[in-house]
């Protein structure tokens, strides 16, 4: 006799599950990734908008604001910056110790300014970890990378 299968048999269900879970444990830590990015695009957020109170301090009177009130920046705590200060135009935000934040939690921030060679009337930024920022590099902006 012929049987007609219908369905299907258990080791093909067992295939299409090993797959949704290898596919699952490569998509959830990217998707983690992105979160962090996300949360942490309102501390990049708060840097440029420093950032551009410290270039208009320097554009006006040739050199860099000494703290965060010359400078016209807001020290505005929100969910994920927890402080900001200015010293010597190098601004500086600390995150908060939010859970979500992960291995971003309680860290630093740092934007540096330096004159641009061969015109001092602009500066140039950097944002990375040489500049003391302690935020894992992978939840970094592309230009701080």
Known sequence: ??????GFTLIELMIVVAIIAILAAIALPAYQDYMVRAKLSEVFVAGDACKNSVVEFYEGQGALPGNLT???CNNNKTKYVADTAVNAGVITIKTSGAVDLGTAANANYVLKPTPHTGNTDVLDWACNNAAGTNI?????PSLCR
């Open 1 to 6: 006799m012929n049987k007609i299968q219908k």
């Open 70 to 72: 010359s400078a016209g």
């Open 136 to 140: 894992p590099a992978k939840y970094l």
